[in-house]
């Protein structure tokens, strides 16, 4: 049964964050006077439809995800030999718009979800109560069994330092040092205070294949602050912020060739939301914000596929003051979306690689 749930959760949840990112795009292309052909909640076969002034608004079969069809998209899907797009005057297509606007209506996606992330975060905050405090790398409790026990560490041991080979980090807190071991997790020395001494201790982080991290085995004390409601405003953004510095980090990590054991696709976001809904409505709308943020976040990538990507094409057409051969952009951003399935088929590796 909690299965169940946790499919369903996972299914509205990502139908949400893509629904209101192209509704993003929607309300601004049609500010700018932008003919959208269709808005479409769910892929697939159509199940109710209603016309509106221009637009049709339908839903169809597969309850998953959305799109809106505007004319002028430069993405190898539309055909100007389609009967709709030979009816749509120059000045209402989205590739004859000024630069600028074209620029607004792709960044429009982006927005929502980082606006639907920022709402979820602040309103986690205001309605806990309370802020938990960054804990410091001080060792507070070590694991039966652990890599830290067997490397001999003591409650009260503060980490100065981890090493592995050239690659070091002094960590501020213990967030700090869980990032760092997510990449550099073979053979460590940790470079640990403990009285007046500082004493070099190697050790190996483990893989906790439940929580799929790789953790050094001990615990650390955190402390709950109390705040006043409205003080959620801050610290919902400083989640965000925080979060948001940890997703390029693991992006740049990606892209140097680190941690992709770690990427996950739709399998692990599926697990990992059914684990989040046994936990509560909180642990959910906690996922429900980092996905939003997560997608935001790739989307605005300079990949051709993206959003990102085709702003890239439309500032390089303005550096340049000459438009890039339509034919070229559409197999530029046909190549990347095989690339981008390369990636997802890996990823979807990983995830049942896991699940054995």
């Known amino acids: 049964m909690q299965l169940v749930i946790g499919l369903i959760a996972f299914f509205f949840m990502l139908s949400v964050i893509v629904i209101i990112h192209e509704l993003g795009h929607f309300m601004v292309a049609r500010h700018f006077g932008v003919f959208c052909k269709e808005f479409s909640i769910g892929m697939g076969p159509l199940l109710y439809a209603r016309q509106g002034k221009e637009t049709q608004f339908s839903i169809r079969a597969i309850p998953f995800g959305g799109y809106v069809m505007m004319a002028g998209e430069e993405d190898g899907s539309q055909d100007e030999e389609d009967d709709w797009l030979k009816n749509v005057p120059d000045e209402k297509r989205l590739n004859h718009k000024p630069r600028w606007q074209q620029i607004l209506v792709m960044v429009a996606g982006v927005c929502m979800n980082v606006i639907l992330a920022w709402v979820l975060f602040v309103g986690l905050s205001m309605t806990q109560g309370y802020v938990v405090e960054e804990p410091t790398a001080q060792v507070y409790e070590v694991v039966e069994g652990s890599p830290a026990q067997e490397a001999g560490l003591q409650p009260g041991d503060t980490i100065v330092k981890a090493a592995n080979g050239e690659d070091t980090i002094e960590p501020e807190t213990q967030y700090d040092l869980l990032e760092w071991l997510q990449y550099h997790h073979?053979?460590?020395e940790l470079s640990v205070?403990?009285?007046?001494q500082t004493l070099n201790v190697p050790i190996k982080p483990q893989l906790d294949e439940e929580s799929n991290t790789y953790t050094l085995g001990y615990v650390v004390q955190a402390y709950a602050k109390p705040i006043p409601w409205y003080q959620g405003f801050y610290y919902g953004t400083l989640?965000?912020?925080?979060?948001?510095?940890?997703?390029?980090?693991?992006?740049a990590h990606l892209i140097q060739g680190e941690g992709l054991q770690n990427l996950s696709g739709p399998v692990g976001i599926a697990q990992v939301t059914t684990q989040a809904t046994s936990m509560g409505l909180r642990s959910y709308l906690s996922l429900f914000a980092l996905i939003s943020l997560n997608i935001g976040i790739f989307n605005i990538l300079p990949i051709p596929a993206m959003d990102g990507g085709r702003i890239l094409i439309l500032l390089l057409e303005k550096l340049f003051r000459r438009k890039i051969n339509t034919k070229i952009v559409e197999n530029i951003i046909v190549a990347s979306f095989v690339l981008l399935i390369g990636l997802f088929v890996f990823a979807t590796y990983n995830d049942i690689i896991r699940l054995f």
Not at 193 to 196: M, T, Y
């Open 193 to 196: 205070k403990r009285d007046d």
């Open 186 to 188: 073979g053979n460590l």
């Open 239 to 251: 989640d965000m912020l925080d979060s948001s510095t940890a997703i390029f980090s693991a992006i």
